[in-house]
């Protein structure tokens, strides 16, 4: 396998050659890395340099980049688990050329977390990680972490596979990018919560292709009980921008206020706050101290997710600047007009067009149009 050497964060493996010129590089490779991951791993490796699992698995570890970084950056005890024997071998290489002592297995992964725990497992798999989160709550003593490439299903651009893969209604709305991250939350607490046990978001983010959950798991029924109130869903008005939340496993018909339109159901999904703010907080202190490529976007994502209000949903101001035909002002007027109409209001990670609020949206739209 002819190999590059490369340097992530502080550790250097070998990665396998691409064809640069194909439309997606990473597929073109016999054992897969895809560089454009990196904000995703480097995440990680600060996450778990705050919350310091006894052990972790990397669950797909490919090139074991990521298991290698937990490893070296973190001095976390380590196993990297694949099934390709390809992939295994270049884990091997990649273990003797930065000569960390990581466990390399060779394994299906839900037969493996059938078999043995860690405290933090992390799914990263190609695509959907739905067939592996029932293994994956199994197999995790106190955390779970879970990456998702499907955005199109999850987001609704195709309707049907995400029906399919997460059993909920996804709705390509302007806020797509956080329906998505909701179903896969929603999807994970229905898969956690018949084991008795619950989940508590520490940090969940979505970027560009991918969305990130990093879960603590707790037990007991009184848990699984508290993540299965955060169940429920966005209903959103087909014609114009209202929406509301509505919590429960069965949403209520409702016609929209503003324009009579019935309410459109999006979910089941996961309510609420979606982050841990001391864990972000003591990220961004540790920050400055490592080596991380992608230090200025991550710490730029932690700013937002720590400020952003705990709703479910956000509104793309510009659109609406759209519909009511006016050039929209910059989005710190429309924040501080919504404010000093006594709602509190924040940006989002989401979108740079996003603005998250509890007010009307009557209000919102004064902001906007307001000369």
């Not at 290698?68 to 024997?85: H, Q, T």
């Not at 009511?324 to 429309?334: C, G, L």
């Amino acid at each position: 396998m002819e190999c590059t050497e490369i340097r992530e964060g502080s550790t250097v493996i070998f990665v396998p050659a691409q064809d640069m010129a194909d439309s997606f590089p990473p597929g073109t490779a016999p054992v897969f890395f895809n560089r454009r991951m990196e904000l995703n791993r480097d995440a990680t490796v600060l996450l778990c340099s705050v919350l310091q699992p006894s052990d972790y698995l990397d669950a797909m570890g490919a090139s074991g980049i990521r298991g290698l970084r937990i490893a070296g950056e973190c001095g976390i005890p380590v196993a990297i688990n694949d099934r390709s024997l390809e992939a295994v071998a270049l884990i091997r290489r990649n273990a003797d050329l930065t000569g960390l002592p990581v466990e390399i297995l060779n394994r299906d992964t839900s037969a493996l977390l059938s078999e043995r725990s860690f405290d933090a497992v992390d799914l990263d798999p190609f695509g959907t990680p739905a067939p592996f989160i029932d293994a994956g709550v199994r197999g995790s003593r106190r955390f779970l972490f879970v990456t998702a490439t499907d955005t199109a299903p999850l987001c609704g651009a195709h309707k049907r596979a995400g029906m399919r893969r997460y059993f909920a209604l996804p709705e390509n709305t302007d806020y797509h990018s956080e329906v998505g991250l909701r179903i896969l939350l929603g999807f994970v607490v229905r898969e956690t919560v018949k084991y008795d046990r619950g989940i508590e978001p520490v940090f969940c983010f979505a970027r560009e292709h991918f969305v990130r959950l990093h879960l603590r798991l707790t037990r007991g029924a009184a848990a699984a009980d508290r993540s299965l109130k955060r169940i429920g869903f966005v209903k959103q008005c087909p014609r114009c921008q209202f929406r509301r939340e509505a919590p429960g496993l069965v949403p209520e018909a409702g016609c929209c206020p503003g324009c009579g339109a019935p309410l459109t159901p999006i979910g089941p999904l996961y309510l609420g706050e979606i982050q841990d703010p001391s864990a972000l907080q003591e990220m961004q202190e540790r920050i400055g101290g490592r080596k991380l490529g992608t230090a200025k976007d991550l710490n730029t994502i932690l700013t937002l997710c720590r400020e952003e209000l705990p709703t479910s949903s956000f509104y793309d101001y510009h659109r609406i600047a759209k519909v009511e035909k006016v050039s929209p002002p910059d989005i710190a007027t429309v924040l501080e007009r919504v404010r000093a109409e006594g709602y509190p209001a924040t940006r989002t990670h989401f979108s740079g067009y996003g603005i998250r609020t509890e007010a009307p949206l009557s209000v919102i739209t004064r902001a906007i149009s307001a000369r």
